[in-house]
C-alpha cells in the first residue's frame, strides 16, 4: 500500500501563487506514476499533471503554461507549482498515485483563489 500526504493549500488572491506537496510512504517501488486531481463543488475530479516514473509530464490544457509538476525522489515527494491562479482554480487539490496494484489518493487540499 503506499500513503499519501498533501500539504500546501490556501487562500490566495487571483494572479497569485501557491505549491503544493505531496509525500508518499509506504511500498513506494510499485508507483508508476503520481499527479495531482482537483474537483471544484458540483464537478467532477479532474486530472490537473501527471509525472511518470520516468519523468514525462502532462497537463490539462486549462493549467499549461501556469502550473508545474515535479518531483524530488530522495524525498518521495511530488509538488504542484501553481502561479498566475485564476479563481476557476479554487477546487480541491488531491494527489494520486498509480501504483500497480490501482490508485491511492490523499485526503485533499484545499486552494481558494479569491477575484
Known amino acids: 500500500q503506499v500513503q499519501l500526504v498533501e500539504s500546501g493549500g490556501g487562500l490566495v488572491q487571483a494572479g497569485g501563487s501557491l505549491r503544493l506537496s505531496c509525500t508518499a510512504s509506504?511500498?513506494?517501488?510499485?508507483?508508476?506514476?503520481m499527479g495531482w486531481y482537483r474537483q471544484a463543488p458540483g464537478k467532477q475530479r479532474e486530472l490537473v499533471a501527471s509525472i511518470t516514473d520516468g519523468g514525462m509530464t502532462n497537463y490539462a490544457d486549462s493549467v499549461k503554461g501556469r502550473f508545474t509538476i515535479s518531483r524530488n525522489t530522495a524525498k518521495n515527494t511530488v509538488y504542484l507549482q501553481m502561479n498566475s491562479l485564476k479563481p476557476e482554480d479554487t477546487a480541491v487539490y488531491y494527489c494520486?498515485?498509480?501504483?500497480?496494484?490501482?490508485?491511492?489518493w490523499g485526503q485533499g487540499t484545499q486552494v481558494t483563489v479569491s477575484s
Open positions: 509506504g511500498m513506494l517501488f510499485s508507483i508508476n506514476a
Open positions: 494520486n498515485a498509480a501504483t500497480i496494484w490501482g490508485d491511492s
